[in-house]
C-alpha cells in the first residue's frame, strides 16, 4: 500500500475499491455519500420513531444508490449529498420529536 493510499480513509478507500477513476470533488462527493449512508444506518436502528426511521431508510437508501454508482455527474453526486444532509437532519428531529417532553 501507497504512503498516499494510507492517508485516504476509510470511506475513501472503499469508493476507490469500486470506482479506481475517482478523484477529487467527485471522490469528495461520494466519500460524503458514504459517511451518510453509515450514519443514516446507524439511526435507522436506534430510534424509536416511525418518521425518524422512514427518513433514515429514505437517506440510506439514496446514498447506497449513489455512493458506487458510475457515470454520474458531479451536480447529480452534489445534489445528493444535500438531499442526504437532510434526511438525516428531518430524522434527528423526528427522533428528537419523539421524546417524552416531545411525542410524535
Not at 455512493?67 to 449529498?81: D, K, S, T, Y
Amino acid at each position: 500500500m501507497t504512503a498516499h493510499a494510507t492517508a485516504l480513509s476509510i470511506e475513501a478507500r472503499s469508493v476507490l475499491h469500486y470506482l479506481p477513476t475517482s478523484a477529487g470533488a467527485d471522490l469528495d462527493l461520494r466519500v460524503r455519500l458514504h459517511k451518510a449512508r453509515d450514519m443514516a444506518a446507524a439511526l435507522r436502528g436506534r430510534s424509536q420513531s416511525v418518521l425518524a426511521n422512514w427518513l433514515a431508510c429514505q437517506c440510506h437508501e439514496l446514498a447506497g444508490e449513489m455512493v458506487f454508482a458510475g457515470g454520474l455527474r458531479e451536480e447529480q453526486l452534489n445534489l445528493a449529498v444535500q438531499l442526504c444532509r437532510s434526511l438525516i437532519r428531518a430524522a434527528l428531529a423526528a427522533d428528537s420529536l419523539n421524546s417524552d417532553e416531545f411525542p410524535l
